[in-house]
């Protein structure tokens, strides 16, 4: 028999509703984890121990005496830092949010906790989401528990390294260039960037409003589309999701895939892709031959493209929305009189370099004289980008790429050149200006046994249709 | 084209982001800015005329009633800064 930290949250949640195990043993086994692996690999920013066993309790009471409960009752989670929890500190990874204690609960957790699932803590990630590596946090870099030499992606780094290894059963990552499919391809997990306005972002902390996404990341394909059956749906206090009706994704998992078309686009698989990484996107693409699918070579013409505006983009509205971080209200209380050198003194003391150099350049493309060559033209190239990416949706279902080129770098390879850095980021910085879902699943391991990830990507609003594809393949490999 | 940030542009983009750097760090971030715009000019590559992006997904016009709710607790709110604050509102040093 498994550990209980290693069962999936569908496998759990048999387990419980038959009585066979009790949300207490589950909480303890995996908090037992979380003190065994943390040592090495620092997943967590906050541990709730307590509330965890408290909350495990009083469910395993109701559920003895009959009660009924919510379709999450007594399964552990973590929530990535950049996720507001009222009475819990939250810091984004950053020392500007140092001590901040938020007042409210994002609209993911309200849900989360509205089915009784349990709080076990909240996981590290690069300072507002700024890294693919999980190596620029203010409490320290977290490691990849395959091994803990390499990073475990980012920005959700800790949020994919916890679920590895078994601290929760699941975790709410965010998503905006690709730090919920980084740190799962990196990790070997299930990691989903749903549709833009699909999940509410009420309470996610925000990195750049017109990309960030709220996403599960799990174990398996089924554990994410139930997930996302909870978290996703219209919220009043976020005007930019969507009121489309949130489909039951767990029953079309089963639905044939004979007939259908997937797009391989052909610039994802040239130069700088790892041997390793493109061998095994060849080999996934002959499951779906097998599965019936008909593959269409597809170009995206301007990708090239994409890594800049993503980053213009993205960068000026991070230094908008980081202009709170003033010291005034929250976090970091740098001890001065003088109100203006408060606040820079506060940003000099409270932002990491990634941080600083993010806003710098936001500021400087938002700036006078410079806002119609930087942002207003990268807000037409991500126009042109929109347009050849439904264009490739007229003639296929979804497209299939790998997550990142390489697999997991070692801890300190990239560090020094942070243009390096954003450039891993090719593939998956390219969906969030366009809003559309991607989804990335474990796709076969390198030569030094680090799981290689591929994406798959839908139109908007076609979670459906990316679960479907993902169990398919799933399944077939399990064979 | 290379795009040349000198250590004094990256200075005054300091001042307008209000962020405190020391000399050092201005010249490293004068090196790595200047990187990262000479790598974003090449968008200007790309044909644009009469491009607009107008929005992810085709949401748009979200109205709803304005009917006054409950908000947070003002003592909540403040919280964070408990020694800071005086009959509900958060004191700090005077701007003028």
């Known amino acids: 028999m498994k550990n209980l930290y290693e069962l999936t949250v569908v496998e759990a949640l048999k387990l419980l509703e038959s009585r066979e195990i009790t949300s207490f043993e589950l909480v303890t086994s995996c908090l037992n984890r979380i003190e065994e692996m943390e040592p090495t690999i620092n997943a967590f920013i906050h541990i709730s121990k307590e509330s965890a066993l408290e909350q495990a309790k009083a469910i395993d009471e109701k559920r003895a005496k009959g009660e009924k409960l919510g379709r999450l009752a007594g399964i552990p989670y973590s929530l990535k830092d950049v996720y507001n929890t009222k009475d819990l500190p939250t810091t984004a990874g950053s020392k500007v949010l140092e001590g901040y204690v938020s007042p409210y609960d994002a609209t993911v957790q309200r849900k989360l906790q509205s089915k009784d699932a349990i709080l076990i803590g909240k996981t590290n990630c690069d300072p507002f989401g700024f890294g693919s590596s999980t190596e620029n946090s203010a409490y320290g870099i977290t490691h990849n528990p395959i091994d803990t030499e390499r990073v475990p992606g980012g920005s959700s780094g800790g949020s994919g390294a916890a679920v590895q290894y078994g601290g929760g059963l699941f975790s709410i990552g965010e998503d905006t260039g690709g730090s919920i499919r980084c740190p799962a391809s990196f990790c070997g997990i299930v990691g989903l960037k749903p549709t833009y306005g699909r999940v509410s972002r009420y309470g996610s902390i925000a990195y750049a409003s017109s990309y960030d996404t709220v996403g599960p990341m799990t174990k398996d394909v089924r554990d994410s589309a139930l997930i996302l059956e909870i978290i996703a749906g219209i919220d009043e206090l976020d005007a930019t999701t969507s009121n489309d009706p949130v489909p039951t994704y767990q029953s079309t998992l089963d639905t044939s895939l004979k007939g259908k078309r997937v797009g391989v686009v052909k610039e994802y698989l040239g130069e700088g892709v790892d041997s390793d990484v493109k061998d095994a996107i060849l080999k996934a693409i002959e499951v779906y031959k097998e599965l019936g699918c008909e593959i269409v070579e597809i170009s995206l013409p301007n990708t090239e493209y994409a890594i800049a505006a993503y980053y213009v983009i993205g960068i000026s509205e991070a230094s908008s929305n980081l202009a709170r971080m003033d010291g005034i209200r929250f976090g970091l209380d740098v001890n001065t009189n003088e109100w203006k050198e408060k606040i820079i003194k506060t940003r000099g003391e409270g932002f990491s370099p990634e941080e600083k150099r993010r806003v710098m350049v936001g500021t400087y493309a938002l700036s006078a004289g410079y806002a119609d060559k930087y942002y207003n033209k990268a807000q037409q190239v991500r126009a042109v980008l929109k347009q050849d990416m439904l264009k490739a949706f007229e003639n296929v279902d979804i497209l299939l790429t790998p997550t990142m080129p390489v697999t997991a770098p070692k801890i300190g390879e990239n560090t020094d050149d942070p243009l390096k850095m954003w450039l891993m980021d090719a593939f998956t910085v390219t969906i969030n200006p366009v809003g559309v879902p991607a989804l990335s699943i474990p796709a076969g391991k390198d030569s030094n046994g680090m799981p290689i990830g591929m994406q798959l990507i839908g139109p908007h609003f076609g979670e459906d249709i990316l679960y479907n594809f993902a169990y398919q393949y799933e399944q077939k490999v399990k064979e | ?96």
């Open chain 2, 1 to 96: 084209m290379k795009k040349n940030i000198t250590v004094e542009d990256v200075k005054k983009i300091a001042i307008l982001a209000h962020i405190e750097l020391t000399d050092e760090e201005a010249i490293t971030y004068a090196k790595q800015i200047g990187a990262i715009l000479t790598y974003v000019e090449k968008l200007n590559e790309v044909d644009t005329k009469g491009v607009e992006f107008k929005s992810q997904t085709d949401l748009k016009n979200v109205f709803r009633e304005d009917i006054p709710k409950p908000s947070l607790d003002q003592k909540d709110v403040l919280r964070n800064r408990l020694s800071k604050s005086k009959g509900g509102s958060l004191v700090i040093s005077s701007v003028l």
